[in-house]
Structures are given as structure tokens and as C-alpha cells.
């Protein structure tokens, strides 16, 4: 037996069709998770083995499990899109699967190889497909694909024994309210990751280290931080979640450059293409907080977006902080961030063309 022989075992205790099709009929971000679960265990002197999907249910774990203890744990955001003949696809899989090798290794963690990470998927639409939102009102299916460190041991070093895992979440819009602007927290006194830390890695310690300031961002009624250089807190880095897009008056677009601190988003470098594609000249350099303050209130930076696979493309309205609010583009969605989110979203349910081949079928 392979690693890519799944056992199935079927839920016998699913979710009643009519309580499954409320869910669908109005899914809040990771709310609800469908019946199964994929799990792949990871052993130092076996390597990956025991393909499982199982029903969706708690994890049995000892309270000395590493992962509770010291972290060692990265996860990835995957969706499938179902499209106008019913079949279900996802986006750029290979990409994730890389990155998720990339994480794995700056957390020394076991590289899950690619096709076991795309055959996961398709083994758990294949049970929960019917968890698959019809292509209407930005619907998906979210994956959640997560390695964490499962020895039960106190001591310091990196975990002997590892779950691969993948959960699934219907899910609708990320921020309710449509294209509407955003408004941004700068943390000042607060960065997410520094010169060799794990700032490229998806790794939930990243997250830990920003709910401080996005809890402080929604007290000041901003739904997400924007983190500057821990080094300087000169230079923007991105969002706690997404990546962001400068867009110029003489039509040029800037995105900070990937420094080793900032998450590799596969949004973000697809729409680099796209914009590519489109002529626009992309330029991905350092971008000072000054630069945009300067930028927006000379009108030469006319609309600024935010990227990611859980929101798509979101437009930012407002940057604030204490001292100050840089309002953009009178608060309003810019065209280009509409015009993109169009596109990308067009080829992910199928009724753009899909030039770059990033559509992967999962089920028909
Ligand atoms: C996941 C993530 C992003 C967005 O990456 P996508 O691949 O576009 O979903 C951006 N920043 C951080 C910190 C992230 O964790």
C-alpha cells in the first residue's frame, strides 16, 4: 500500500441534507466544517504513512503534545469553486502544495510531496462534493490543510511524529458588505515577523503575533492590521492575512517586494500575472508607510487593494492609527481592484478563460 491509498471511512452520522442546505444557503467563514477530515501521519522512521479520511470529529491528543507546547505547526487556504456544469475545481493547487513544503521546512516539518497534498483534496470532495456552494454569491468550499507536530513530548526539538490533516468549511463572502471599502489599523508598536524569523512560513504563531494589534484595529473599527518592517517600522509589509497592491495615478501598480518577511500569496503573484498580462507595469520594491501618506494625499496613489485567498480582492478605503487617517480614493472601490477581482474570480468559476492553466479538476 502507497501513501496515496486513502482508507475511507464514512461518516455514519452525517449532517442532515436540509440543516447541510442552510449552511450552503448562507455559509459564514469556517463556521461549519463538512462530515470528514483527511489525516496522513508522518513518523521519523517510517515517513508518511496511514492515508485516512475519517469522519470530521475532535482530535484525540495528549496534553504533552508538542504542538500545544512550543507551536510547531503551518496550515494552508485552498478553495473549490463549483462551476455552471456542477463540476468542482480548485485553484493553483501546486502552488499550495509547494508552500506548504516551504513552511514545513522553515518549521522543520515533514515536506508533504505534491500529489499526496492535491490527492487529499480530491479524496475529501469526493465524500463531502455535496458541501460544494452552488457557483452563485461568491460561494466556496474552503480547505483548511494543516501539518501539526503530534509527539507526545515535553523536550525541546523537532516533533518525531507529525499529522497532516484537512478540514472544510463552506464559505461565503470574507468580509460581509460586498466590494465595500475596508479600513486598516497600522500597528505601530506591534510587527508580525522580523529578519530570519518564520514571516514567509504559514504558520499560526504569525497569527498569534497579530491578534494584539487587530484586536486594538477593531476597537478602532478597522477589520484588519496592516504591519510595517519590525526593523525600522518604515517599510509596509502586508495585512495579517493578505498581501497588498499600490495602484498609480499614470497606471503602474506596487507591491512590497517578498523580503523573506512577508507571505508568498498566491493571489498576490497570480495577479501579478494578470496585470502583466494586461500590460501594467508591476514593480515589486520596498514601499514606504511615507510613500503611500505622501502618495494618497497628492492624489498620485489613486486606489490601494488587498489580497488573499479567503477575501479574493478586497479594497482598502482607509488607513488609520492614532495619529492620523489616509482616506483613498474618497473611500470608494477603485476600477482596476474591480476589474481584477472580475477576472480572477471569472477564471476560478469558470467563465473566464483559464490561459495560465491554473484550474485543476477535483470532480465532475
Ligand atoms: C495566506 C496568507 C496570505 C495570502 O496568501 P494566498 O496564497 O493569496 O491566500 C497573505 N498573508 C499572510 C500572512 C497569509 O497567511
Excluded at 496511514?50 to 470529529?57: L, N
Excluded at 494584539?212 to 517600522?233: I, K, P
Aim: charged share 25%; glycine share 10%; proline share 5%.
Amino acid at each position: 500500500m502507497t501513501i496515496m491509498d486513502f482508507k475511507v471511512t464514512r461518516n455514519q452520522n452525517p449532517t442532515p441534507i436540509s440543516e447541510r442546505d442552510a449552511i450552503l444557503a448562507n455559509p459564514v467563514f469556517g463556521a461549519k466544517l463538512t462530515d470528514h477530515q483527511v489525516v496522513v501521519v508522518w513518523e521519523k522512521d517510517r515517513g508518511w504513512n496511514s492515508a485516512e479520511v475519517i469522519p470530521y470529529g475532535p482530535i484525540m491528543m495528549d496534553p504533552s503534545s508538542a504542538v500545544l507546547h512550543y507551536g510547531q505547526e503551518i496550515f494552508e487556504g485552498i478553495k473549490a469553486y463549483r462551476h455552471q456544469d456542477g463540476s468542482i475545481w480548485t485553484f493553483r493547487p501546486e502552488a499550495n502544495a509547494k508552500r506548504l513544503q516551504r513552511s514545513a521546512h522553515r518549521m522543520a516539518l515533514p515536506e508533504l510531496p505534491t500529489e499526496v497534498f492535491i490527492e487529499s483534496l480530491r479524496q475529501l470532495i469526493e465524500v463531502d462534493g455535496d458541501w460544494v456552494p452552488a457557483p452563485e454569491g461568491e460561494k466556496t468550499l474552503y480547505f483548511r490543510p494543516f501539518e501539526i507536530a503530534a509527539e507526545n513530548f515535553l523536550g525541546v526539538r523537532a516533533a518525531q511524529r507529525v499529522e497532516y490533516r484537512v478540514i472544510a468549511s463552506p464559505v461565503g463572502p470574507y468580509f460581509t458588505g460586498g466590494l465595500k471599502p475596508v479600513a486598516i489599523w497600522i500597528a505601530l508598536d506591534s510587527a508580525r515577523a522580523g529578519k530570519h524569523g518564520t514571516g514567509e512560513a504559514k504558520t499560526g504563531g504569525n497569527y498569534a503575533a497579530s491578534l494584539l494589534a487587530q484586536s486594538e484595529g477593531l476597537e478602532n473599527g478597522c477589520s484588519q492590521v496592516m504591519f510595517l518592517d519590525a526593523e525600522s517600522a518604515t517599510y509596509i509589509e502586508e495585512l495579517g492575512g493578505m498581501n497588498l497592491f499600490f495602484v498609480y495615478k499614470d497606471g503602474h501598480v506596487v507591491t512590497p517586494a517578498l523580503d523573506g518577511t512577508i507571505l508568498r500569496g498566491i493571489t498576490r503573484d497570480s495577479l501579478i500575472t494578470l496585470l502583466r498580462d494586461r500590460g501594467i507595469e508591476v514593480q515589486e520594491r520596498k514601499v514606504t508607510l511615507d510613500e503611500v501618506r505622501s502618495g494618497v494625499k497628492s492624489d498620485e496613489i489613486v486606489e490601494v487593494f488587498a489580497c488573499g485567498t479567503a477575501a479574493v480582492i478586497t479594497p482598502v478605503g482607509i488607513f488609520k492609527s492614532e495619529q492620523e487617517e489616509i482616506v483613498i480614493g474618497g473611500n470608494e472601490p477603485g476600477q482596476l481592484t474591480a476589474q481584477m477581482r472580475q477576472e480572477l474570480t471569472g477564471i476560478q468559476y469558470g467563465t473566464v478563460p483559464d490561459r495560465h492553466n491554473w484550474m485543476l479538476k477535483l470532480a465532475d
